[in-house]
């Protein structure tokens, strides 16, 4: 019996119910020092004044660091591409509300707050801007989105197709500005050890921060290490270096001892990316029988006036669906705000919301079944690119996911079901995410023991990759996984690609098997002195191309509205998935329905909102910004289908980011289902489900 | 957060005495309000006297049959106290739609009473707040507002009262009990929280210093009660609006009845209104929608809490109606 495939319990799950796991913001130091980041209170403009005598006699504070003494650091540091975000405490600019204006360091955490809080610091406010709009005078269009992808995406005569459809659909969706909260929040702690920089961070991928904090400190690499053994949750939002490790770094490096610095909540909401609101314009145009003619999806999104972030809504259409005209564009404007970044599902969890809701209203205009009209569009080749797919599963998605949830006993008409007060409603939406590899380099080394060690710069930011790589190992060596020590998590390893996009465990995990194979062509047996071998997978995917790798997957809900009082229950969520290969199906249930509820929180409650005249957040916080409480969270199911693809050789493709695509549109249009009502705006609250009330008997 | 000291009295009086001699001590129960605030710099006490130690954790049954409850009882043993449970079951059903499991642990009686405002600009120091920084101004009004008060506000603060706990007592005609540095009063809880008016800032009745030391609630009325929230997800969130109500049906008619609204005020709201137009009405759909309208044509939406109208109008008449049909009308 081979590991892969078999579900296990992460490895270092005791270590983590018992607390002896340590996190960045646990690991203790001699002399430690605490940092507090001061943030702008105002969204654009200079700082005129920082009066740190005021604060300099304050019990414990050591050093209040800012644009006027810290270090100069490097400009240019960030991964793929460079981050104004690490430029802390450089000049007097206010780019945003809630951007670092300060540093205090005192020698305990309640001191450091404390003095931050009284810290005066005198600004010149310039005129400001923060709100988004579609009809907004400043959105132009961008040269690229996320990750360097091309903004507009065109073939076919979309005109021509609109025109010759029976049945056209232009629609307007939205999606609200939603942030990040995960478990833990952003720690870091930074020392001086012999000469090297050391830092322990809460990050998604060690090595990429070990290279920022390097060029930003003008240090060779090899003085700097970083690690992060354990991490309570990225979601892309710890996937680059954040403020907390430059600014440990920047006050160790000052004050020579060690500093931690961890955010609170509303440091999280300026200070580690979020997804920005969007507004998508979709026209689909239809032959009688659902075929697609026309397909146009126009995303508007915001940005921060420092970096250009596009949150590539678009994207889902050159995967998704067959038509004869396609036209993928997106337009962003530069606010004074934070900067968005990826956070799971970036591109994929908006647009699939807005999309795969379009595709229910095309069904119910067409009369036919929302998983019959998605079939009849089933592409040939990926409609973006015209390349074949390497696998594509959706289908199978579709008709295991209809058995399962019971949706062919549906009655597709709206409005027709109560229980009591509620009104019930069924829905659905397909998901898709991309199933990458990305270069790493991992060792593994054969023990006097007979057991094997494996060195790779992965992150486990509670997935269990740790363990699928365990794994993985263990069946390329054909030993038990107890024989294989994992570790992980630490610059020292070498080049690895982040935990992110979803490629972590397939990255990884070909450069775990290519090690462990060439460990094995090495020796067999134990050796009598530690043999290491050690591969770097960029070669072989340079190989490899950047085939259409995707995974799918079909979202269903049932939901409960009172459309008296506006509430919205979900009852029922179940998600059938065709990502490839399946590690450990324990932790790979455990993510999916983590991204299942998080479409669910999107769906229902996430909302970050600011007041424009003042320009930072006014929620900034877990009381105030609703995420769905253990209470929303109903009964979840997954499941997947068989889905063998050896375009990467472990036929990994990745669960990380799926979940949460293509939920929110499934419970929306369950909403429809139940009364008859559309909604296109996220998130849907009591507010707008009273807002707009369906006709008939309401009780 | 400001450093502190911590006291911790044994007797009320003490507790009381030490407070006159300190302006800027504050009495600190559960803490689940109060540190919060102090963590954000809201609130800036300079020494918490506990008042957890003075013996006001107890809940009795009076003589007539209705209740006293320490001030210091937390929410939850109030919650599940079988007196609570079976005679004011809209106070124990209030109390556990509010906050969560681990708060409600924590928070006590006197706590929830006076909580403050949940609205997000009172709990931020940069910005202005009459209620925190008298004659700031309101930015609610233009700004952020839709879970603000429809009912009872003032140009100078449209903010609500958040508790779920208030709203049934203020249904129950309790009375809170305090000590002061000059002995102990009573404030019937309708006289409890002041009108908004242009001080927004001042809360209550309450004299200066005061130790709040518990809350009686007269016998029930033979009626059956009920508490229904409604609320942006499922749990661990403030009242959209609320209805608190008991309802006594005799031959068909309304024979007594009590009405009071969360989410909707700028405190907890008791709708008399509705009450005076409902006595002595057949117990139908049709009378409760004219009283709950009755009760909101007062009401002053702003743009974005207009569907609170609506929203409070037909909790009021769909919690009527389950009470009605409860009592066999
Ligand atoms: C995230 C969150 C969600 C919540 N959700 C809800 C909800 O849905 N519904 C709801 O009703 N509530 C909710 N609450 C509020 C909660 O009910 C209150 O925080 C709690 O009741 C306060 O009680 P406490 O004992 O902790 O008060 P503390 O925080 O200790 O004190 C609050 C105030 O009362 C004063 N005080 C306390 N005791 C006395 C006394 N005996 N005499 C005089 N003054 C006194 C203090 O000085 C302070 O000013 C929520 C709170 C949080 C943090
Ligand atoms: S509503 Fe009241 S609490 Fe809110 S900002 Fe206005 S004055 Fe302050």
Known sequence: MTAVGSGRTRLEGHDKVTGAARYAGDVPADGLLHGWPVLATIPRGRITGIDTSAVQAMPGVVAV????????????????????????????????????????????????RAAAMALPVKYHAQPWDVTFSAAHPGLYTPDEVNLHQPSETAHGDLDAGLSASAVVLDRTYTTPEEHHNAMEPHAAIAQWVGGRLEVVDSNQGSYAVAQDLAKLFALDLSQVRVRSEHVGGGFGSKATTRPPAVLAAMAATVLCRPVRVVLTRRHMFSLVGYRPPTSQRIRLGAAPDGRLLAYEHLTATQTATTFEYVEPAGVVGKVMYAADALRIGHRVVRLDVP????????????????????MDELAEKCGIDPIDLRIRNEPAVAPGSGRPFTSRNVVACYLEGAKRFGWYERDPRPGIRREGRWWLGTGMGAATYPGETAPATAAATAEIDGTVTIRITAADIGTGARTALAQIAADALSLPVEWIRMRIADSDFGPAILAGHSFGTASWGLAVDEACKALRARTTGTPTEPITVQVNTAELIQAM?????????????????????????????????????????????????????????????EEAVRDPAFGGHLNANLAGYHYAANADVPDIEVGWVDDPDLANPTGIKGAGEIGIVGVAAAIANAVWHATGIRHRNLPI????VLATPPEGPRA | MKEFTYVRPAAVIEAVTLRAGRPGSRYLAGGTNLVDLMKIGVEQPDELIDVTGLGMDRIETTLDAGLRIGAAVSNSDLA???????????????????????????????????????????????????????????PALAGEHHNHAILGWSEHCVATHPSDMVVALMAYDATVEAHTPSGPVRIPISDFYRPVADTPHLETTLPEHALITGVTVPPAPPASSRYRKVRERASFAFATGSVAAALTVRAGAVHAVRIALGGAASHPWRASTAEAALLGEPATEDSFAKAAAAELAEARPLPHNQYKVALLRDLIVAVLGDLAVEAGA
């Not at chain 1, 960030?78 to 360091?105: E, F, H, K, M, S």
């Open chain 2, 80 to 138: 599940v106290h079988p007196a609570v449970r079976q005679d004011f079951a809209a106070l124990s059903q209030a109390i556990l739609s509010g906050a969560s499991g681990q708060l409600r642990n924590m928070a006590t009686v006197g706590g929830n009473l006076l909580q403050r405002t949940r609205c997000a600009y009172f709990a931020d120091i940069s910005l202005p707040c009459n209620k925190r920084n008298p004659g700031s101004g309101c």
């Open chain 1, 339 to 358: 900067i968005p970044k990826w956070m799971r599902g970036p591109g994929e969890a908006p647009g699939a919301f807005a999309l795969e809701s379009a």
């Open chain 1, 65 to 112: 660091l800012h644009h006027g003494n810290s270090p100069r650091l490097v400009e240019g540091a960030g991964w793929t591409d460079a981050d104004p975000n690490l430029q802390l405490l450089q000049d007097d600019r206010i780019p945003y509300a809630g951007w670092p204006v300060a540093l205090v360091v005192a020698e305990t955490f309640e001191q450091a």
């Open chain 1, 545 to 605: 191309g950047r085939p259409e790798r995707h995974a799918f997957g079909a979202q269903f809900a049932e939901v409960a509205v009172d459309v008296l009082s506006g509430e919205v229950r979900v009852r029922r969520l179940l998600g059938v998935y065709a990502i490839g290969r399946v590690v450990n199906p324990l932790t790979a249930r455990s993510q999916l329905v983590g991204g299942m509820v998080w479409g669910l929180s999107m769906a229902l409650h």
């Open chain 1, 685 to 688: 609250t009591p507010a707008r």
